[in-house]
């Protein structure tokens, strides 16, 4: 089986809706599982209507209603298909839980409303195949893959998330589901992590042993730096697992940090293609050499924080006060990007994805002297030279640097 992933950037519109149809018929639509994400810029769209819903008591569907109405409109003539009847149930289905919920738990309601884009998105696309006479069945990634209760960061338990998957998808056949989301197993929705739809094409790769896993972007492959900042970026074509799970690790948006560790245990290529141009090659990933060609690698994380804690006697800060920051650092769900200490101190990068710095600062300060900068830049560099890491400094104000023999970072804070 082959697994194909389609980002939300790639069916936005119909547009993309009936490129991606192309690219079906093109391939083949035997022995395929399609993995899609909500479409467009949904998740934010949800986002808005979550945070209204807590700060105002508000609920407001309007816009994300409206923008899946005209998709569907487009690509469906006749007003009285089906689907807008399974579009309506959906809505109201959204609309029943915020009105009844009685949780304030932010995480909790994020991923029951949240999964509502996916599960629209492959309605939608699934309904559209069958207009064009390609048979697939649609099927509920909740009721295969299963996790904790970690929501918005689940961890799936791959003994049961195995036996499902492999339970309902048959070979020879065309499925299609959503990414990003799960379920516990008292069937309550999580999520993988933001952009982790690419994570439930592995998890689907490794549980049906599958031949390959394409995900199709809106860009032609994975390139040594975003294009959009650095102008003079290159296209790679070939990144070994291990180092592609160190470019995701560093935050490489092309590929999700998870995705890539479920692939190199069976040894199941990745390719990342382009939606727009078949005839492309894209970039593998696999077994082989490190990249091709071996260039500098240079990620760009934004609005991250520089926090620097030091005890408040001013002793070594050693071993078991760096426990205690890590112990606060995983219940208040903090990413850790950067760690560089000193005698007396201990100097993070962390990424506040969660929300939860402020209360991770009330904690920390109980315990710690503790001061920070918001708003700082992380540059990684992977395979770096002295050139690279020259160009990088130029124009900026270096907060923090660390340079190993693989990869050096950079922390800078551009307006000061």
Same mark, same amino acid.
């Given at each position: ?5 389609? &980002? ?27 993995? /899609? ?27 994300? =209603? ?96 195995? =036996? ?86 560093? &935050?490489?948006? /092309? ?32 077994? &082989?050499? =490190? ?104 124009? =900026? ?20």
């Amino acid at each position: 089986m082959i697994i194909f992933k389609f &980002g939300g950037a790639s069916v936005k519109e119909a547009a993309g809706v009936k490129n991606m149809v192309e690219i079906l018929k093109k391939t083949g639509t035997k022995d395929k599982l399609i993995v /899609v994400s909500a479409m467009g810029k949904t998740t934010n769209a949800l986002e808005l209507v979550i945070q209204n819903y807590f700060e105002f008591n508000k609920i407001d569907l309007t816009e994300v =209603k409206n923008f899946h109405a005209q998709i569907a409109q487009n690509l469906f003539t006749d007003t009285n298909h089906p689907i807008f009847v399974t579009l309506n149930q959906y809505w109201k289905e959204l609309t029943s839980f915020l009105e009844q919920n009685s949780s304030q738990g932010y995480d909790f309601v994020y991923d029951q409303v949240i999964g509502f884009g996916e599960l629209i998105s492959t309605a939608i696309i699934s309904a559209y195949l069958n207009s064009e006479e390609i048979k697939n069945t649609w099927i509920d990634a909740r009721k295969l893959i299963k996790t904790d209760t970690t929501y918005r960061d689940a961890q799936v338990n791959w003994e049961i998330t195995q =036996k499902n998957i492999n339970h309902h998808i048959k070979p020879n056949e065309l499925f299609i589901t959503q990414g990003f989301i799960a379920s516990t197993t008292n069937n309550c929705t999580t999520t993988l992590g933001r952009e982790g739809s690419d994570y439930s094409a592995a998890i689907f790769a490794y549980c049906l042993n599958a031949k390959e896993v394409s995900i199709w972007k809106d860009v032609s492959g994975v390139y040594n730096a975003d294009p959009r900042i650095f102008k003079d970026s290159i296209q790679l074509n070939q990144i070994n697992y291990n180092e592609a799970i160190e470019l995701a690790f560093y &935050g490489a948006s /092309v590929i999700h940090p998870k995705t890539i560790q479920p692939l190199q245990r069976k040894e199941i290529p990745l390719v990342v293609r382009s939606f727009y141009d078949l005839t492309l090659p894209g970039t593998k990933v696999s077994n &082989g050499p =490190k990249i091709v060609p071996q260039v500098p690698c240079f990620i760009v994380k934004d609005d991250l924080i520089l926090l620097s804690i030091a005890t408040k006697d001013f002793s070594f800060f050693v071993e078991q006060n760096m426990s205690e920051v890590f112990a606060l650092f995983h219940a208040f769900q903090t990413k850790v990007d950067l760690i560089q200490n000193s005698a007396i101190s201990f100097s993070v990068v962390i990424d506040n994805k969660f929300k939860k710095f402020d209360l991770l600062i009330e904690n920390l300060q109980k315990r710690f002297r503790v001061s920070f900068n918001k708003g700082v830049k992380l540059y990684t560099l992977r395979h770096a030279t002295p050139e690279a890491i020259k160009a990088t400094e130029k124009d =900026k104000v270096v907060l923090l640097k660390q340079v190993t023999r693989e990869t050096a970072q950079l922390v800078v804070h551009e307006n000061l």
